[in-house]
């Protein structure tokens, strides 16, 4: 898959099938985030939404909503700080459309569209589980049929 890059004032993004990766390089970036601050690799399955400002008569702005994160207040100056960021200024905006378009792309194409690590697999093996008993004791299901499915579900 295509990798794409985009500059923005406090800091560049790259990202490529599956690492979206944030550095942050220049004066900017080391005022608004810190001395610190090294590059922040969030896989795209991790990221839940995409917030995008379009520049006009102040900076524009992308932000990732990652799972298990909390969301910060979202904006230009209230974002300065926000390690998920990233501010532009208008001729750097179509860099930054592709990213955004690419990511909600790969949340798009995600079952329900939720990460996949969202739920755990022994969460949904254990429904399923409860569901058969249940079709087990309603009579549906024998409980030879019962057993094999789950000896099946469980992996044994």
């Given at each position: 898959m295509l990798s794409l890059s985009a500059k923005g004032q406090d800091g560049q993004i790259e990202i490529n099938s599956?690492?979206?990766?944030?550095?942050?390089?220049?004066?900017?970036?080391?005022?608004?985030?810190?001395?610190?601050?090294g590059d922040r690799r969030i896989p795209i399955g991790n990221i839940?939404?995409?917030?995008?400002?379009?520049?006009?008569?102040?900076?524009?702005?992308?932000?990732?909503?990652?799972?298990?994160?909390v969301d910060r207040s979202p904006g230009v100056l209230k974002g300065q700080r926000d390690e998920n960021q990233v501010q532009f200024i208008t001729k750097h905006q179509p860099e930054?459309?592709?990213i955004r378009d690419r990511v909600e792309a790969e949340i798009i194409r995600r079952p329900?569209?939720?990460?996949?690590?969202?739920?755990?697999?022994?969460?949904?093996?254990?429904?399923?589980i409860r569901k058969?008993?249940?079709?087990?004791?309603?009579?549906?299901?024998?409980?030879?049929?019962?057993?094999?499915?789950?000896?099946?579900l469980l992996g044994l």
């Open positions: 599956s690492i979206v990766t944030i550095h942050r390089k220049g004066m900017l970036a080391k005022m608004n985030k810190g001395l610190t601050t839940t939404a995409v917030q995008f400002k379009a520049a006009g008569l102040t900076s524009g702005y992308i932000r990732f909503s990652v799972l298990g994160s930054f459309e592709a329900n569209g939720h990460s996949p690590s969202s739920t755990t697999p022994t969460t949904d093996v254990a429904e399923q058969l008993a249940q079709l087990r004791d309603e009579g549906i299901l024998s409980d030879d049929e019962f057993q094999g499915k789950k000896k099946q």
